[in-house]
């Protein structure tokens, strides 16, 4: 950060008009039947499912922490919870066409976006790769907790997997997917393509940089996405990712 910077008056409050393009804004036009047709109801309905359960997850996250229980069960979470509660279609469907070779970068504002990528990457992989990936994160030491109650197929495992290490490491705990380590504003998950996030306004955009062009000069599938908010166009970081 400089610590001073000359301003010639005479330049910056003399008349002037800024023109840029036009900038569409709701310019969508579709209705179901055509989104049926092209997504398929089955899809569909998973993509509603994805974002239900976003939500239900973050209003767990906000009940814990502004009444001390949910659903009967009390917790006392001395940690923080930056919540995303209605924007679980932007997080869903930005991971629709994603592959598991596609990273995301969030911001403290991220455990939709970890869930959706980690969902989107269970729909992808087989389920021996599933079960491959589970048993060797941290010695399957969050798989042994899940599978203990789980009733159903290895798809709905693997969800369940999701949901317990990420809400473990937002609790702080050694099961988290980072040992409780990195808490709710750090989570991340590698194997299904979800990257470290940045509790840093703005602190993401850079590293996404970096990853991508990792990608790039190594001549590595995928594509790398960088979540951040209209907050992080003042910092400095942003501005040098986009220079690149």
Not at 64 to 76: A, F, V
Not at 91 to 115: K, T
Not at 120 to 145: F, H, P, Q, R, T
Request: proline share 4%; with cysteine.
């Amino acid at each position: 950060m400089p610590k001073s910077i000359f301003i010639n008056p005479n330049e910056v409050r003399k008349p002037q008009i800024l023109k840029i393009k036009d900038i569409p804004v709701n310019q969508y036009k579709s209705d179901i039947k055509k989104e049926i047709k092209n997504f398929g109801k089955k899809k569909l309905l998973k993509i509603y499912y994805d974002m239900l359960i976003i939500r239900e997850f973050e209003s767990l996250l906000n009940s814990i922490k502004t009444q001390g229980s949910y659903e009967g069960i009390e917790y006392d979470h001395k940690g923080p919870a930056h919540l995303s509660i209605g924007q679980e279609a932007a997080a869903v469907g930005q991971c629709i066409p994603l592959a598991i070779e596609d990273f995301i970068f969030g911001s403290h504002r991220s455990h939709g976006e970890v869930l959706a990528k980690c969902f989107s990457a269970i729909d992808e992989l087989e389920e021996n790769e599933l079960l491959k990936i589970m048993k060797s994160y941290m010695d399957g030491a969050c798989l042994k907790v899940v599978e203990k109650e789980h009733k159903g197929n290895i798809k709905s495992l693997a969800q369940d997997f999701v949901l317990y290490g990420v809400l473990a490491e937002i609790f702080g705990r050694a099961n988290g997917f980072n040992k409780g380590l990195g808490g709710s504003m750090h989570i991340f998950f590698a194997p299904f393509g979800s990257m470290p996030n940045n509790a840093i306004v703005g602190g993401a955009a850079d590293i996404s940089v970096g990853a991508a062009l990792f990608k790039r000069i190594n001549r590595k599938p995928g594509m790398v996405i960088c979540n951040i908010g209209d907050g992080s166009m003042s910092c400095g970081p942003v501005w040098e990712a986009m220079m690149l």
